[in-house]
């Protein structure tokens, strides 16, 4: 019998084709709080597919006694409980670096779409405005300044790209990276205040946690102003759905680029709705990290990974507590 493999998360079709060819997977793509436990082996799971957002929990992790392995599909696993994985015998890995490509260029593509007005000008064709009534200037993400939160893989990706269009790069990340500083000419923030008021292009890069929850709310906005941009491709929990609303309602900002929300995996269709309203919002549904290079690292990451617990060996990026 093949070992059992359970998923709390959507798969990429690469791969689940490669998982149903070796494991018998049990796909559930709304989480834990939709599993039906009487379904044949899934308690004998062996590993576990997830991500930062929707994590393990220490009961979950009970219900399967054969569990060798969570696996955080991308880099996130802040809600994945490592003390206690690692209490039961259980190891932690993530895929990082898989899909960084990927996320810093939709972040930057979130700029450049945001600050040259490319959907609502679309739209406004689309609807029938007067083609000269639309020429008025835009902003430019070229000569820009741009501050990263979060000066990890995608942050200085994002730097590298931002730097390419001769954007000025300022950063703030927990300890100062002499390194990037050089790389980049970058200067460092000491907290996200300074950081969104020597802004005109906040983009968000950081892990999820507590430790970086709401790190961007109304100080932030306030401070970024209404020519700033404030751009996540990290967690929803990084930035304050509340505040970010006010914000725009208020034009304390000039607008946001966001694929990733507070309320996911299942965001309310009123926020969804106001949210879409706004021509200075683009949104994606999470979908960032999504190419089809990186689809196949991260489908070849997780299935390494599971043939390597199971043959008694360690898997690349073991996460400790």
């Known amino acids: 019998m093949p070992h059992d493999v359970l998923a709390l998360i959507g798969l990429s079709g690469p791969m689940r084709t490669a998982l149903e060819s070796r494991f ?14 009487a379904e044949p082996g899934l308690s004998d799971t062996v590993a ?18 054969r569990l060798k392995l969570i696996m955080a599909i991308g880099a996130g696993y802040e809600n994945i409980d490592v003390a206690a994985a690692a209490q039961r015998g259980v190891t932690v890995t993530h895929g990082p670096g898989t899909n960084s490509v990927s ?21 406004a064709l689309r609807g029938g405005t007067p083609w000269m009534d639309l020429r008025a200037s835009r902003p430019a993400f070229s000569g820009s300044r741009v501050g990263i939160l979060g000066m990890g893989q995608i942050g200085q990706l994002v730097a590298a790209r931002a730097a390419a269009f001769g954007a000025s790069i300022a950063y703030h990340s927990p300890r100062r990276k002499p390194e990037v500083e050089s790389a980049f000419q970058a200067s460092y923030h000491p907290d996200v205040i300074s950081l969104a008021a020597a802004s005109d292009f906040l983009f968000a890069c950081c892990p999820g946690g507590p430790a970086t929850r709401h790190l961007l709310s109304k100080p932030a906005f306030d401070a970024l102003g209404p020519k700033g ?4 491709v990290a967690r929803g929990s990084v930035l304050k759905t509340a505040d970010l609303l006010d914000a725009l309602r208020s034009g304390t900002i000039a607008g946001a ?15 969804l709705a106001e949210l879409t309203s706004y ?10 990290g999504r190419s089809p290079a990186s ?12 043939e390597a617990i199971l043959a ?7 996460v400790t507590a």
């Open 229 to 232: 941009f404030v751009i996540n």
């Open 48 to 65: 576990v597919l997830t991500n930062g957002t929707v994590g393990c929990a220490p009961a979950l992790m009970d219900r399967m006694p």
């Open 312 to 318: 008694g060996q360690a898997p690349a990026y073991r």
């Open 103 to 123: 996320v810093a260029e939709h972040a930057v593509g979130f700029a450049l779409s945001l600050a040259r007005g490319y959907a609502p000008l679309h739209q």
């Open 295 to 306: 689809v196949l690292a991260q489908r070849d990451v997780v299935v390494q990974a599971i």
């Open 24 to 37: 018998r997977l049990h796909l559930y793509e709304q989480g834990p709080d939709t599993m039906d436990w």
């Open 279 to 288: 021509p200075n919002v683009l949104m994606t549904p999470h979908m960032s």
């Open 257 to 271: 680029g966001l694929d990733v929300l507070e309320e996911e995996p299942s965001p309310s269709p009123e926020l």
